[in-house]
């Protein structure tokens, strides 16, 4: 199940940590850029790092647990010339892997895809990923 609430400055959309999220967070983010004004070369920008950003949090955030069902929030924002992405989870935060099923490609991806990147923890310990992209 997914909840949103968007206005004309702000998408928020709390998603299920699975697969599936990571189309849905990606058309939402795009359709969102897109209003706001981006061009097509930032919207494909935009869909690339939300993408990267969502499957980082499906593969990693959390241990394999069939027992309980984990959520990442996604908000976009139209401020001034940007719009400013932040994809965050309540799981382990960043941390370094060994045996990791990715290539480890996902976070320069991003951060060679928007304007600025920012990594935080969050006040939960989960990671906040903060993305902005110059319209």
Not at 36 to 53: F, K, M, Q
Not at 96 to 106: E, H
Request: charged share 20%; with cysteine; net charge negative.
């Amino acid at each position: 199940m997914q909840a949103a609430a968007v206005n004309y400055d702000r998408l928020v959309l709390r998603l299920p940590v699975r697969a599936a999220s990571v189309g849905i967070g990606r058309s939402a983010a795009a359709q969102f850029a897109e209003e706001a004004g981006c061009d097509p070369i930032t919207l494909w920008r935009v869909r690339l790092s939300v993408s990267e950003a969502i499957s980082n949090v499906v593969l990693h955030a959390h241990p394999p647990d069939k027992d309980q069902q984990h959520h990442l929030a996604l908000v976009a924002e139209a401020d001034g010339g940007a719009v400013r992405i932040t994809i965050s989870d309540e799981g382990h935060g960043l941390r370094s892997r060994t045996g990791s099923p990715g290539m480890g490609l996902g976070l320069p991806l991003i951060a060679n895809s928007c304007d600025e990147l920012a990594l935080d923890t969050g006040d939960d310990g989960g990671t906040v990923v903060r993305m902005t992209f110059l319209r």
